[in-house]
Every structure is written in C-alpha cells, then in structure tokens.
C-alpha cells in the first residue's frame, strides 16, 4: 500500500492475496494487472461487484458467486487455474486479507450484494422428505438435453470404472456397472432395488445383461421420464421400472440386492444409521448391498457442505463422511461388510471426461440452461476433479451382505474381477 494514501491497484492486492505465487496473471476492472505477462492462466475481476462477491461471503461460496455471475473470469485451463488457488489458500480470500481488499476498493465492497439467482435457499428440515424432493430437483431437473451433453449417451451420474487407461467415458460407466452386478452376484431371476437411480442406467444394464426384475427410485421427475422412456425403448418394461419416489417409501422387501450408487451423500450422517437400516429391512437373509459414494479421506473432519459452492449451487444439503463411519454404520446395521476399494483415480477420470463434453458442448449448453447455470457446472466439474485427484475426496464402494449369524453365501475369494471389467454378453 502506497504512504501517500492512495488505494493500491487492484489486481496487485489479489496477486498479493495469493501469496504471489500460483505463476497466474492479475488483471482488474481499475486497469491494473499484476503477475506474469506471459502466464498460462489469466484472472480477469470484472466489476466492484465481484469484489463485494469475494470479500463478502465465507469458505469458497463468495469466488462461486464471482465466478458464476460473469463477474470474475478465468482465461486458460479453468482446473489448472483452481489448483494453483487452492494449494496457496484454498481459493478463499483469508480474513486477515480481507482489509487489505477493502482498502484498494473502499468500504462499499462490504456492502450486501444479491447472489446469482442459480443460487438454492432451501427451507425446512434438512433431509425430510419435502426439503429433499427440492433439493434433488433443484440439481437434476434442469434439462434432460444438457445432461445427455455432459454424461454422454450412458446418462450416468456417477463414477465410472476405467477398465484401462484408454476406455472411453462410456465404456468406464458400462464397466461400473457390470462390477456393481457382478459385486451383487446379480442372476437371472433375481431382485434388484437401486435407490437414486438417476436416469436408470444400473437398472437397465442389470435388467438387460443378467436378467433381473429392477426397480429404481428417484425423487426427479425428468429422470423418471427419461428413464422410462429408455426402458420402454429397449423392450425391458417386464423387467425394468422407475418410480418417482423417496427410497423410505419404497413398499415392497426381500430384494435379492440393493445398490446405492451415489444416494449415501443426500442423507446426512444424523439419518445414516436409519438408512442402513431400512435398506437392511428390504433385503432377503444373504441378500448383497453394494454403497457406492463419495467420501471425505478421513472420519476426523467430516465435510458439512452447508454454505458453501457445492450447497449453495450443485448438491443442497449435501453431506460427506468418511468412509470409516460409513462402514462402521452399515455393520451395525446388520450387514456384514466383505469388500471395499477406494476408486478416487477413477473419479477424476470421470470428471475430466464431462468437462471435455461440457466443452465441446459450450455455446448449445448456455443456450439451453443459461450462462449461469453452465458456468455453475464448469466451475463444479473442473473443482470436484482437482479434489479427486488431489484427495481430497474419494469414492468408495463398500460390499456387505446382510448377517444370519452363519453362512453368508459369498465366494471364498472375490469372483468379480476375473472376469474382466466388460459387461458380460447376453442375448
């Protein structure tokens, strides 16, 4: 800061912000621009508005609220550019920092600004029935044409399995769920629950390559409808249903398995004993539940994603443990846990995967949900990969069976990856 007074150029106060180290170029709406000239990866603050964003809001939600309204814009590998921020200070602007923004800008940044109208407010009891069905619409029933961009013609929204380093995105989700077949010991005849279906993608390869009679529940009504849609078109409607419909409605029990892929994040740990627990209800004895879900590293600082990017914009009232607690809840629950692996490579494959698409998609996926709601998703996607890959995050599928006190009709050695990771051919 000059002696004389004057406020210091904006873009060499957030250069400084960072530790004037993350190698990016500054440059801000005073014409200021601070950093390497040559820089891969440039950070354009557009307006006093962003400023208000930044220096206003907690943890990551007030660069989200920049970022997404246009106010603060990225130039270069958005995912590069979020790694160099994060490694200095977790993309947050520090409160110790904060006055020195505030006095090359002036108190009106502290000034209240309205958030990006993609924001979520919830009300209600978290994870209550009503408050969920919000939640998961607010995410998933947006556009069934922009996810088919992004996920590609699987419309799976979860990790996939790379089978080798030069499987495609849709032969890694084909790949994740033969496994999950194969983990559940899937066969013709047999019973599949699947919570948090999505659009139906386990259901329908479980009903066309092994046979089963599938149910799948959701609580987004565009995924029903594309979903059915799909099983309709496939000639799988004897086999194959999806029901719009919270899983602790689900009536029917003595389900031969049940996978949970991607559900277990939406509970909350308050309700994760409840939720093993009703699961294990709906299972016959020596049934298989497969929970496939994100996790934190570790069960010493579970991740409450209140107020932040991910709860304010992506996932409301998510919640991620670590995958200790999750184990330890399902063996209370009664069932017996046989196999466990931790898939965080995969994951960041996955999201590098639809980034590529989201890109390749760019000026259609705007057009069809708004600039806003598209840079929500490029800011999510190019994140949630550096914190695979950085691990920050993990994704664990946990295998257990439900207990009789005896035999619990599983292999003496795990039988699904000799195999290979290809789906099994059926007629």
Not at 22 to 47: L, W
Not at 48 to 57: D, E, F, K
Not at 78 to 106: I, K, M, Q, T
Not at 221 to 237: D, H, K, M, P, T
Request: some cysteine.
């Amino acid at each position: 800061m000059a002696r004389s007074g004057r406020r210091a150029p904006l873009a060499e106060v957030f250069d400084r912000v960072t530790g004037s180290r993350t190698g990016i170029e500054f440059r801000a709406y005073d014409g200021s621009r601070s950093g390497p000239r040559d820089a891969s990866v440039r950070v354009d603050i557009r307006s006093p508005r962003a400023v208000s964003h930044l220096v206003g809001a907690r943890n990551d939600l007030g660069l989200a609220r920049a970022y997404v309204s246009g106010g603060l814009e990225v130039h270069g590998d958005l995912h590069d550019a979020l790694r160099r921020l994060w490694r200095v200070n977790e993309g947050n602007v520090p409160w110790r920092e904060r006055g020195r923004v505030l006095r090359a800008v002036g108190l009106r940044a502290l000034r209240p600004v309205e958030p990006p109208p993609e924001e979520a407010r919830l009300r209600g009891r978290r994870h209550s029935r009503r408050r969920s069905a919000v939640a998961a619409s607010h995410h998933y029933d947006v556009s069934n044409r922009f996810y088919e961009w992004i996920l590609g013609p699987s419309m799976a929204y979860t990790c996939a399995v790379y089978p080798d380093p030069d499987a495609t995105l849709e032969q890694a989700q084909s790949a994740k769920h033969d496994l999950v077949c194969r983990k559940l010991g899937l066969a013709e005849g047999m019973r599949l629950l699947d919570v948090g279906c999505g659009w139906g993608g386990m259901v329908l390869h479980a009903a066309r390559h092994y046979g089963v009679r599938a149910l799948g529940v959701t609580l987004s009504q565009r995924q029903v409808e594309w979903g059915r849609r799909a099983i309709a078109e496939a000639g799988l409607s004897d086999r194959a249903e999806l029901r719009l419909l919270d899983y602790r409605d689900v009536a029917e029990t003595g389900f031969d398995a049940i996978s949970s892929i991607g559900l277990t994040e939406h509970v909350g740990k308050r309700r994760l004993p409840a939720y093993f627990e009703f699961l294990h209800a709906k299972l016959r004895p020596q049934g298989r539940l497969l929970n496939h879900c994100i996790t934190r590293p570790d069960d010493q600082h579970p991740l409450l994603l209140r107020a932040g990017f991910i709860d304010r914009y992506v996932f409301p009232d998510g919640e991620l443990l670590g995958p200790g607690h999750i184990i330890s809840t399902m063996h209370d629950a009664g069932l017996e846990l046989r196999h466990e692996e931790n898939l965080r490579e995969h994951y960041a494959r996955t999201l590098a995967g639809w980034e590529e698409n989201l890109a390749a998609r760019w000026p259609a996926a705007v057009a069809e949900v708004g600039e806003g709601r598209a840079r929500v998703w490029r800011l999510y996607l190019a994140g949630a990969r550096v914190s695979f890959e950085d691990d920050w995050l993990e994704l664990h599928q946990v295998l257990g069976v439900k207990h009789t006190g005896g035999a619990a009709a599983m292999p003496l050695r795990p039988d699904w990856e000799p195999a290979g990771l290809t789906p099994r051919a059926r007629a």
